[in-house]
């Protein structure tokens, strides 16, 4: 299995609402990474999990709550966000945590309304 | 925080022709990876080049990479039409795996 399932596939959500994004993976990574990308921009990195530990936080903002209950499963919680939140929320593994390459699901569309 | 830079942004061209992308970063680095990416969707690894490493093959892509120069090229020979796509280059720095601007491909039969 080489897959990294990411749901939902599509989310519409209130600026009130609290949701959470799911990954999940059976490679035995031992890295698993969440991305933000716009229309037409490169991902940006937001959160890097090395061994279940929380290792990088590119300075995101409260709204969005990483989560690593165990080495398969990702999870990203969000509240309150905004409009400009809205973009394709990718989650990505790797067998190494410093150097080998990334598996990435196919994304949640999310819109915030 | 986007690290490598690509040019060009856009490139057009016929099947059959070769098609070259580069990119280029700014701090040291464990490797550099390259990436495809159909219609916004998810992103699909190509190839992996070490920062020990010159040159790597696979099927028809070529990878050089030059860290003197901080710089690293992807040709793809031989296009088809099926190779249109984004793509982008991601360097890796300890556990950080960052992503350039990208190259839109569109190969035209």
């Known amino acids: 299995d080489t897959e990294v399932t990411q749901t939902p596939k599509h989310l519409v959500m209130g600026m009130t609402n609290k949701k959470s994004l799911k990954c999940e993976q059976h490679m035995g990574h031992r890295a698993m990474y969440w991305y933000k990308q716009k229309a037409k921009k490169p991902p940006e990195l937001m959160f890097v999990y090395s061994y279940e530990k929380l290792s990088i936080n590119e300075s995101v903002p409260s709204r969005f709550s990483p989560e690593c209950p165990n080495s398969s499963l990702l999870n990203l919680h969000l509240h309150a966000l905004q409009p400009e939140d809205s973009a394709l929320y990718l989650c990505a593994s790797s067998q190494d945590p410093a150097g080998t390459e990334a598996f990435f699901g196919q994304g949640t569309r999310l819109t915030v309304v | ?109």
């Open chain 2, 1 to 109: 925080s986007q690290q490598g830079e690509e040019d060009p942004q856009a490139l057009s061209i016929q099947e059959g022709e070769n098609a070259t992308m580069n990119c280029s970063y700014k701090t040291s680095i464990n490797n550099l990876q390259w990436y495809r990416q159909n219609s916004g969707r998810g992103l699909v690894h190509l190839i992996l080049i070490r920062s020990n490493e010159r040159e790597k093959h696979s099927g028809r892509l070529r990878v050089t990479l030059d860290t003197s120069k901080k710089s690293s090229s992807l040709l793809i020979t031989a296009s088809r039409a099926a190779d249109t796509a984004s793509y982008f280059c991601a360097t890796q720095a300890g556990t950080a795996l960052i992503f350039g601007k990208g190259t839109t491909l569109s190969v035209s039969s």
